[in-house]
């Protein structure tokens, strides 16, 4: 593992526990410049993971919390007119940061949703005309209830293929549930250190971005995202927006992994936390009790693994 990012999760564990394999898709996700989706439940750790996350890597962080009354000015910035200068000036939302958490996107309206997706995927601002560009690096994690919980609006699935990933913190298992009662939470938050600066990260970035994926990698990544389309347990397969987000994050896999090389293992790593959001089950996969792992796993069995030496 790439040291520094080694460090990094140190430190983040330091109040999250017991959830290494989400803590390496998280920084994985951070490395290939994507935005993350948290689907959980109430009390978890989720603002937890964004307040650790942006203070090990010295990023600037504001949460929002998303009620039906949220108006898009409240995350973009508005205009007002400035008495004393007789013009309006530009008062910034938000949105203008490093780390951006949107808690509970799903209580929100349409409007509000869609203001945020579109900066999400623009990385830029526009309000009355003026576009303002937001200070790299820039990261959205959102929350999101669980659907047909009180109160919530499902993401339309176009929304949903923004983000890179989908994930689920889930409970932590007994050890780790036993730990945060003797002080692994939110008040020792100030135990996590700063590790890397906003421009080490830039750098890690560009590194990750560098990561060479050969042709037989990129056949075998259009060819698993073929099948989706092809297969009769779907309704909808996964967009070439999404084969690309695939690869991207199979590429910051490797560079998490201090290798300078895709193999056919850093996508099969990568895969689920891509794709489950954005893949629709067909009425047949419903009635036989399968869900989006469980397809995956179909699809990655019927296609064959290129060579790799």
Do not use: W
């Amino acid at each position: 593992m790439n040291q520094s990012l080694s460090t990094v999760k140190e430190e983040i564990k330091k109040v999250i526990r017991g959830k290494d394999d989400i803590l390496d898709t998280v920084l994985c996700t951070l490395l290939a410049g994507g935005h993350i989706l948290l689907e959980d439940i109430p009390g978890v750790g989720k603002t937890t993971l964004a307040v650790a996350l942006s203070r090990s890597l010295g990023m600037s962080y504001k949460r929002m919390q998303f009620t039906p009354d949220v108006l898009p000015s409240d995350i973009l910035g508005f205009s007002m007119y400035d008495n004393k200068s007789g013009d309006f000036s530009f008062r910034k939302g938000a949105i203008f940061t490093n780390l951006f958490l949107a808690d509970e996107i799903n209580r929100t309206s349409p409007k509000t949703q869609s203001a945020l997706l579109e900066v999400m995927e623009e990385r830029r601002v526009s309000v009355d005309g003026t576009t303002y560009d937001l200070e790299p690096p820039f990261f959205v994690i959102a929350t999101q209830n669980p659907v047909g919980a009180s109160g919530t609006q499902k993401l339309p699935d176009s929304q949903l293929d923004r983000f890179f990933v989908r994930l689920s913190l889930g409970y932590p298992d007994h050890q780790s549930a036993t730990e945060i009662l003797k002080g692994h939470s939110m008040e020792q938050i100030d135990l996590v250190n700063p590790i890397l600066s906003v421009a080490d990260l830039r750098l890690l970035q560009q590194k990750a971005s560098e990561v060479f994926a050969n042709d037989d990698i990129c056949d075998y990544i259009v060819s698993i995202t073929e099948a989706t389309r092809q297969t009769d347990m779907l309704s909808q397969g996964i967009s070439p927006r999404g084969s690309l987000a695939i690869l991207k994050m199979a590429k910051a896999r490797a560079c998490f992994e201090d290798r300078d090389f895709v193999t056919p293992g850093d996508i099969h790593k990568v895969l689920y936390s891509v794709c489950n959001h954005r893949m629709i089950l067909s009425t047949k996969a419903k009635a036989s009790g399968f869900d989006a792992a469980d397809i995956i796993e179909q699809i990655l069995d019927s296609v064959p693994v290129p060579k790799f030496s």
